[in-house]
C-alpha cells in the first residue's frame, strides 16, 4: 500500500495544499515519514485525510470558474462501520460545494472495497450539486455491484463509457469535458 501513490501529472497545474480556497489549504507533507494505515498498512504520505480510518483522497485538480473538481481515492470506503461518505461530505465536500464546486469526478482505481449504510448523504450530495453531476470512474467491478446494492447509482454515474477513459493521458479540462459530454448524452441534453 505505502507504494501506491496520488496521480502527480496535475500537480504542476494545481495542488490543494496551495488553494486558499481548497479544505486541504496548508495540508503539509512529509515524505520521510509514514504516518497514515489502512487496517495497519502504510499509505504514501501524499494522501491526505478526510478524518477516515480507511479512506484517503487526494484533490487531483479543482477549477471554480468551471465548477468542478477530480478527486482520487485509496482504502475501503466503508460507510457501515466508519461512516465514510459523513466525513467526506463535511469535510471536504461542503466545503467544496460552498466554493461553487458541482461536478465531480471521482478516481476509485484504489478503491479496494465498499460496504454501504443508507444513502442520506448521498442524496444530500447529489441535492447540493443541483446544475451538476458526480462522476465515478475506474472504480473496480465488485466495488460498483455493491455501491449499485445500496442504489448509489441514483446519486452516481458509473460504468459504461466513463470505465473507458484513459484519464491518466488528458488534461483535467479535457477529462472534465469528456465526462460532461457523456452524461449529457446520458441526460439526453
Same mark, same amino acid.
Given at each position: ?46 494522501? /491526505? ?7 484517503? *483522497? %487526494?484533490?487531483?485538480?479543482? #477549477?471554480?470558474?468551471? $465548477?468542478?473538481? &477530480? ?7 466503508? /460507510? ?7 466525513? *467526506? %461530505?463535511?469535510?471536504?465536500? #461542503?466545503?467544496?460545494? $460552498?466554493?461553487? &464546486? ?88
Amino acid at each position: 500500500m505505502h507504494t501506491i501513490e496520488p496521480f502527480y501529472n496535475w500537480i504542476e497545474a494545481y495542488s490543494a495544499s496551495e488553494d486558499e480556497r481548497s479544505p486541504l489549504y496548508g495540508a503539509e507533507y512529509n515524505e520521510l515519514e509514514y504516518m497514515n494505515t489502512i487496517y495497519g498498512y502504510y499509505i504514501h504520505p501524499q494522501w /491526505d485525510d478526510m478524518d477516515s480510518e480507511t479512506l484517503f *483522497l %487526494k484533490i487531483l485538480y479543482a #477549477d471554480y470558474n468551471e $465548477g468542478y473538481a &477530480i478527486i482520487e481515492f485509496i482504502g475501503e470506503w466503508n /460507510d457501515t462501520l466508519h461512516n465514510d461518505i459523513m466525513s *467526506l %461530505k463535511r469535510n471536504i465536500l #461542503d466545503l467544496m460545494v $460552498g466554493e461553487g &464546486i458541482n461536478h465531480y469526478i471521482l478516481i476509485g482505481e484504489n478503491v479496494f472495497n465498499f460496504h454501504g449504510s443508507d444513502d442520506s448523504y448521498y442524496e444530500e450530495w447529489f441535492e447540493d450539486v443541483e446544475e451538476g453531476w458526480i462522476a465515478a470512474i475506474g472504480f473496480q467491478d465488485f466495488v460498483v455491484q455493491e455501491m449499485q446494492q445500496f442504489n448509489l447509482d441514483y446519486y452516481i454515474n458509473f460504468g459504461g463509457d466513463l470505465d473507458k477513459i484513459p484519464w491518466r493521458t488528458l488534461a483535467p479540462p479535457q477529462l472534465y469535458m469528456l465526462v460532461d459530454r457523456l452524461i449529457q448524452r446520458r441526460l439526453g441534453a
